[in-house]
């Protein structure tokens, strides 16, 4: 099978920007320390599903599909990027999400509703009733004449992962040999097609942020998926995911993650957020301090996005305090 045609979405190549002042606060040697800007792939805000939706608009268009049914979290920042990128290719989408609306949408729900997204509400987050909803809407959806391209969570099929592949190219011509490389692992499709795209899975660190049960096994199964899809080897190794970042699971706020969030504000004018990227820092930080990264070892942080979910009460409440120095 050949793979999906892309659908140009996202603004590639994303920039890769040192981070001396936050290396040299941890202890990195010069020139070490850098970030793999994702954030800035320019759809609605940005984020790492820009380059999953390159090839999951193309496989839906080209299957003849006119709707995108996905799902995630209130906050998901997959569903508010799922949504634009169905408006930039003249396609519905339908999303299916935990928890009941809110009476004033904030961050990633205001988005969603401003792109017209039809959204089915399921009372609490679970990824597993998630899933099992998304199925039966789309048999419904189907019944009733439409089309629709089923996105799993996360975009994390093998056709959305072929996005991370095509990441580590543009990577591979950016870094110093070696780098190792962290990214936030949700659904765990970055990190799949990371590791397939490196050739190995001991350049990728995957900081799980507790969306999914499981998720090693699912990012095994995607490498195979993937891998073959691309038709590239089978990266070397087991799958590195950390797993101390969770703190009382998904979306939960944790100390460490506060701490990158303003560390990586402070010294280089970056904006993280509290679920994905605070705490894939977080775990980033904690090997440094801990000697598990070496002083000059090239580290290479994939800012994945999140920005919109800043932009609520929850968060506010918690950020919007005086910052110490
Ligand atoms: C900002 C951000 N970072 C990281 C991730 C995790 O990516 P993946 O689902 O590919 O593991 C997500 C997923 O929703 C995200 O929104």
């Not at 850098?34 to 320019?42: F, H, M, N, P, S």
């Not at 998720?215 to 899809?229: G, K, N, Y």
């Not at 994905?276 to 801990?290: M, V």
Request: glycine share 14%.
């Amino acid at each position: 099978m050949s793979p999906p045609q892309r659908f140009p979405i996202a603004v590639t190549p994303t920039p890769l920007q040192p981070m001396d002042r936050l290396g040299r606060s941890l202890g990195f040697d010069e020139g070490a320390l850098w970030v793999k800007r994702d954030d800035l792939t320019g759809l609605a805000g940005g984020g790492n599903k820009a380059r999953k939706l390159d090839y999951l608009v193309g496989d839906a268009l080209a299957l003849g599909c006119d709707t995108l049914l996905t799902g995630g979290a209130a906050q998901s920042n997959h569903v508010r990027m799922t949504g634009a990128a169905a408006r930039r290719a003249g396609l519905s989408c339908v999303a299916v999400l935990g928890g009941t609306r809110p009476a004033v949408p904030e961050g990633n729900l205001l988005l969603d509703e401003l792109f017209g997204v039809q959204l089915e509400w399921v009372g609490t987050y679970d990824a597993e009733r998630l899933e099992t909803t998304m199925a039966e809407v789309c048999v419904r959806l189907a019944g009733e004449g439409r089309r629709p391209y089923e996105v799993p969570l996360g975009g994390a099929s093998d056709v959305g992962t072929l996005g991370y592949v095509a990441a580590a190219a543009e990577l591979v011509t950016q870094v110093p040999m070696g780098a190792i490389v962290y990214t936030a692992t949700g659904s765990g499709g970055t990190q799949a097609g990371l590791a397939v795209g490196l050739g190995h899975h001991d350049r990728v660190r995957g900081v799980d942020v507790g969306a999914i049960p499981d998720v090693d096994e699912r990012i095994e199964a995607l490498v195979t998926a993937t891998a073959s899809l691309a038709g590239r080897p089978f990266p070397g190794g087991r799958v590195q995911l950390d797993r101390t970042q969770v703190g009382a699971g998904y979306g939960a706020p944790t100390p460490a993650a506060d701490e990158a969030i303003r560390l990586a504000a402070h010294l280089e004018g970056l904006v993280l957020d509290p679920v994905y990227t605070g705490k894939a820092l977080a775990a980033l930080i904690a090997d440094r301090r801990a000697g598990r990264l070496a002083p000059h070892q090239p580290t290479v942080f994939v800012h994945t996005g999140g920005l919109p979910s800043v932009f609520t009460s929850r968060v506010a409440r918690r950020l919007a305090t005086p910052a110490p120095g």
